[in-house]
């Protein structure tokens, strides 16, 4: 492994040196240093953004866009821990593992030292990372369900009552006429997600409204992302790395969300979202971007 390669690997596997760089990251985007000319910090702000577009109609969960508008999501945050810095990579957790225990090779991810409690307030090392939830939960909170997440078949992934295996989720669909493949695997794919947000982890994470304000949340996001580029990287399916034809036939639909412009991060015009767009983004100028554009279809170097 080396740090700086641009490679996102299995969280749980990198030295603890890293895992500390990407802690400290996460905490200085929460300061002064870092913030935007409204007085929002940068990792606040990303939790405005999810908050924003999903109050605001965008199809941040539940259509064809939810991968595609995540990636996106997704590779701002890491350019903006880049700028804290520049050899992160925003890793991802491996779902199918309980994230309190290590082993051989492997360390556990709630910990004073990475990402806090599992259960009740996060506390240390993001003691004063605050949630909008109400005064019941004024911090970001956890309640993780005992061991790791319950392992279930493509059908019931598909419900969201577990997290079906990495290779069921990249297969799903393979039998599938070519337009309804992305549409097969997005839905074993987005069930899983689903059930780590409700069923696994709980907490602050629980709600859509209010889950980006723990910066666990992106490494679960991560993961999904690598499972979409495993299903776009699969041999003999290089199509799915065309913008014209990965989406298949939700793609070729006008009306469909992945041909829509991805909010907020546009330029401007009587679709743009406000009042969370901020045209000073320092990770990226902004731009009208669907979810057929270049920089979102080509996925980010994952270890496996």
């Not at 492994?1 to 400290?24: K, N, P, Q, W």
């Not at 490494?219 to 799915?240: K, T, V, Y």
């Amino acid at each position: 492994m080396t740090l700086g390669d641009g490679i996102r690997r299995d969280v749980a596997t990198v030295s603890e040196e890293e895992r500390g760089r990407l802690r400290d990251a996460f905490l200085l985007l929460d300061t002064a240093k870092y913030a935007y000319p409204d007085g929002v910090t940068y990792w606040d702000k990303q939790e405005e953004t999810h908050k924003g577009a999903h109050a605001a109609g965008q199809d941040v969960h539940g259509g064809p866009a939810f991968l595609p508008w995540h990636r996106e999501l997704c590779n701002r945050l890491e350019r903006l821990l880049r700028l804290v810095d520049p050899q992160l990579s925003l890793h991802y957790w491996d779902w199918t593992t309980d994230p309190r225990v290590g082993g051989v090779g492997r360390a556990a991810l709630f910990t004073p030292d990475f990402m806090g409690s599992s259960d009740g307030d996060i506390g240390v090392p993001f003691p004063d990372f605050e949630s909008t939830e109400g005064p019941l939960h004024p911090k970001v909170w956890r309640h993780v369900a005992p061991g790791k997440p319950k392992a279930v078949d493509q059908l019931h992934a598909a419900m969201s009552l577990g997290v079906a295996p990495d290779d069921t989720i990249v297969t799903a669909g393979d039998n599938q006429p070519k337009g309804q493949q992305y549409t097969a695997m997005d839905k074993v794919l987005q069930g899983s997600h689903n059930y780590i947000h409700s069923g696994y982890i709980g907490g602050t994470i629980f709600n859509a409204h209010f889950s980006f304000h723990d910066p666990f949340v992106f490494l679960l996001h991560s993961n999904c992302d690598r499972l979409w580029a495993r299903w776009q990287n699969s041999p003999g399916h290089a199509w799915r790395l065309d913008p014209t034809q990965v989406y298949g036939f939700v793609g070729a639909a006008p009306a469909s969300s992945v041909n829509a412009v991805l909010e907020p991060w546009a330029t401007g015009g009587p679709d743009e979202v406000r009042p969370w767009f901020d045209d000073s983004d320092p990770a990226d100028p902004p731009v009208a971007k669907t979810a057929k554009h270049p920089t979102i279809v080509a996925p980010a170097l994952y270890d496996r």
